[in-house]
């Protein structure tokens, strides 16, 4: 049986932003540590929405292919291993995708350090990729990984990192990113 279907990115992440945004208004009514106050509240959506832009880009629309329409190509194909050999202008938006998280991370968790923001950025990017291989090799989607993906994505974390600790250095903004910091 040959088969073709696309699951809208409204579809699941729609239900998703749903119950975030549930979730965040009884835990902002009922006073919870981290959650008082707009500024906590604001940060908490920004990055919830910023999550699923990521997702929307890098998982969605998501096609799910049976029969003769399924991919034939080995998933080992899809793997780009070797770091900078096809590297060019198109890592530019995945330093722009992350740098974000770089940005965020800290707000979030203030104690959290430089290299632990690197890592973390890392390892979510990593994430991403693995979970396209999945997708490809369950539902022959066709998403490429790629080791230059991984590496401009840690790049743009350690970039957001530094613009935050740059925007926290002159009074007017350290005093705004505090009040929205938990």
Not at 72 to 95: C, F, G, H, K, R
Not at 122 to 128: E, F, Q, T
Not at 144 to 154: F, G, K, P, Q
Not at 162 to 169: D, F, K, N
């Amino acid at each position: 049986m040959n088969f073709q279907t696309q699951i809208p990115t409204a579809a699941v992440l729609g239900p998703a932003l749903a119950v975030f945004a549930l979730v965040a208004l009884v835990r902002h009514r009922r006073d919870a540590p981290g959650w008082r106050g707009g500024g906590p509240l604001a940060l908490r959506i920004a990055t919830a929405l910023y999550a699923a832009a990521v997702a929307s880009l890098t998982f969605f629309p998501l096609w799910v292919y049976g029969g003769d329409y399924r991919n034939q190509a080995e998933w080992i194909s899809q793997i780009q291993p070797v770091p900078l050999l096809m590297a060019d202008i198109t890592m530019v938006p995945n330093v722009i995708m992350f740098m974000p998280l770089g940005f965020l991370l800290p707000l979030l968790l203030p104690r959290i350090s430089r290299g632990r923001t690197v890592l973390t950025c890392a390892l979510v990017s990593l994430g991403i990729e693995v979970t396209q291989l999945l997708q490809y090799i369950v539902l022959a989607n066709g998403r490429a990984v790629d080791v230059n993906d991984l590496i401009a994505n840690t790049l743009g974390g350690l970039l957001g990192y530094a613009v935050l600790r740059a925007a926290q250095r002159t009074a007017a903004t350290r005093t705004v990113l505090d009040k929205v910091s938990p």
